[in-house]
């Protein structure tokens, strides 16, 4: 390991610029830097010493720009989000490239050049086709979601599996919407879901039907009033909320499923952000049973719970941390489940092609090559990238309306569930990740956000009203990224404001004291959110 790399911070004197106490707090952590050794695990102790200075430092935080610890890259560009961690050992960028190579590049079918393992059915070709940039997937303004790979449909029935717990996929289409099938290209499809090639419609052997297609469309609610009975913001300003509408269209091959007598669930999820996955798996799961309150014993209107979801490696349950419904455990489940989930590629660790029983297209053009499509050294490369993509830092922390908006943000009660702080524990292969510093802002728990956010599909522990608590570090620089500011799990929020005034349910009071504030005084907890 490269002890400098590791210490990472090539911007070390910026730490002293925010201190307000400089001379004392100066000397005094300098000579406790100047006592530590290249040992991993002192990240923790110089952070902790910054962490520490805090105190007596008023409303800036020492250090408080490094978000990732000493992963943290300082761009702040449409790239800051597929930045390799800022201490990554030295060496490191071989394996890194590679998996950054495979996230990106587009798949296709078997019989083809390498890389190989498309389909059958399948939502893209790409990884990068859903997380642009390594940001936000977003829905389309109104129509087809065929065209937008960065939102995608799960589906399921009543009930939950027997076995792990988790949900039980549609009988004749399984548990997400695969609106692509191989041997249509381009991928047009006429209205019984046949290849349409502009010259009339085509089957054939190799020809596997879609599932289907989803639409989206908006309509405009009014944000709830504060106080009830007024308007949305006491100064007498009003506020609307895009509200989606969801529509389906079914491959008559396998019928309608939303009358079937053992029920249709469906949940659109957006594509979420890669930046500091390593660092959500590194925050010990002790931490994050110690924030879990399901029984509300403190009485301050939180219940945070965890998802115990299956581990398909250890076939066991497990504490669940990705996904909008905590509904994944690791990054090495997570990232082979949505090559086979979005992509239709089968990994060591799901080895077989989702083809529902009835799919009998689906399973022909399965058994092609025999054996896995993506190696264990390719999963172990995807794995090691998607854990070390850095966290850009924060901006402008001394700016006054930040300094204001961050004080704000704790004082109205967001700080309850998006916890500004937390170390990560040790994990044994990554230096980079282990007793990190780090502003995620999540606790990784489930919460219940009310019925307007509900998308009604139990996952797991998780039920149709609960929403893990995103992490909010990069918040401020999506539209950079990405081009538009489309939030909650289903993008359906045009911007921060709209976010907060959707909370419901354990959120209730605090988005009441937002509303509560002055015009001035949202702004300026908005430009906070923008900081980060």
């Known amino acids: ?49 910054l962490a520490a200075l805090n105190s007596a430092n008023g409303s800036v935080d020492p250090g408080e720009e490094y978000s990732g610890g000493y992963t943290t890259n300082f761009v702040s560009n449409a790239f800051s989000f597929d930045i390799r961690a800022a201490n990554l050992r030295s060496g490191g960028a071989t394996k890194f490239n590679k998996g950054n190579s495979f996230f990106n590049i587009p798949w296709v079918s078997e019989g083809s050049s390498s890389p190989a393992g498309l389909g059958p059915t399948f939502n893209t070709n ?72 502009g010259s009339g419609s085509i089957t054939g052997s190799n020809f596997t039907p879609p599932e289907g297609a989803a639409s989206v469309s908006y309509g405009s609610i009014a944000a709830p009033n504060y106080p009830s009975g007024s308007t949305t913001y006491p100064e007498g300003t009003n506020v609307t909320l895009s509200q989606p509408t969801y529509t389906f269209t079914w491959n008559p091959l396998f019928g309608d499923p939303t009358s079937s007598v053992n029920g249709f669930n469906f949940s659109p999820r957006t594509a979420p952000m890669i930046p500091g996955l390593g660092l959500l798996q590194a925050i010990p799961e002790s931490t994050i049973l110690g924030w879990a309150d399901p029984s509300d014993s403190d009485g301050d209107g939180i219940s945070g719970k965890v998802n115990m979801v299956w581990d398909t490696f250890t076939s066991s349950k497990v504490l669940g941390r990705f996904g909008w419904k905590a509904n994944e455990p690791s990054l090495f489940q997570q990232n082979q489940g949505a090559f086979l989930g979005d992509m239709g590629i089968t990994s060591p660790l799901f080895p077989t092609d989702n ?19 993506i190696s264990a050294n390719l999963v172990d490369a995807v794995v090691f990238y998607s854990m070390l993509v850095g966290v850009p830092s924060r901006r402008n922390i001394t700016d006054t309306d930040v300094v204001a908006g961050k004080a704000l943000f704790t004082s109205v009660g967001c700080a309850g569930c998006h916890k500004p702080y937390v170390q990560t524990g040790f994990v044994s292969g990554f230096p980079e990740i282990s007793y990190q510093h780090i502003k995620p802002y999540t606790d990784l728990l489930l919460h219940d956000m009310g019925p307007g956010l509900a998308d009604g599909r139990p996952d797991f522990d998780a039920s149709g009203q609960e929403w893990r608590t995103p992490p909010l570090w990069g918040l401020g620089l999506i539209q950079t990224v990405n081009g538009h500011l489309r939030l909650l799990h289903d993008g359906r929020a045009n911007g921060i404001e709209e976010a907060i005034l959707w909370h419901g349910g354990e959120a209730d009071t605090a988005r009441g004291n937002f509303q509560s504030l002055t015009a001035a005084q949202r702004q300026q907890l908005i430009t906070f959110l923008e900081s980060l």
């Open 355 to 373: 083809c529902p029983s009835t799919q009998t297209a689906c399973i022909t053009n399965s058994a092609g090559t025999d054996g896995i499509e």
């Open 126 to 197: 790409s990884c990068q086709n859903c997380h642009q940039g390594d940001g936000r997937g977003a829905p389309p303004s109104s129509g087809s979601l065929n065209n937008f790979p960065g939102i995608l449909v799960r589906l399921s029935q009543n009930g939950s599996n027997s076995t792990t717990g988790g949900p039980i996929g549609l009988d004749n289409y399984g548990l997400q919407l695969n609106h692509k099938g191989l041997g249509c290209n381009p991928a047009v499809y006429d209205s019984n879901f046949n290849c349409d090639t």
């Open 1 to 49: 390991m490269n002890c400098d790399k590791n210490k990472g911070p090539r911007k070390n004197g910026d730490h002293k610029k925010h201190q307000i106490d400089p001379k004392g707090s100066i000397l005094f952590l300098i000579i406790a830097l100047l006592s530590l050794g290249c040992d991993p695990s002192n990240g923790n102790n110089t952070m902790a010493l």
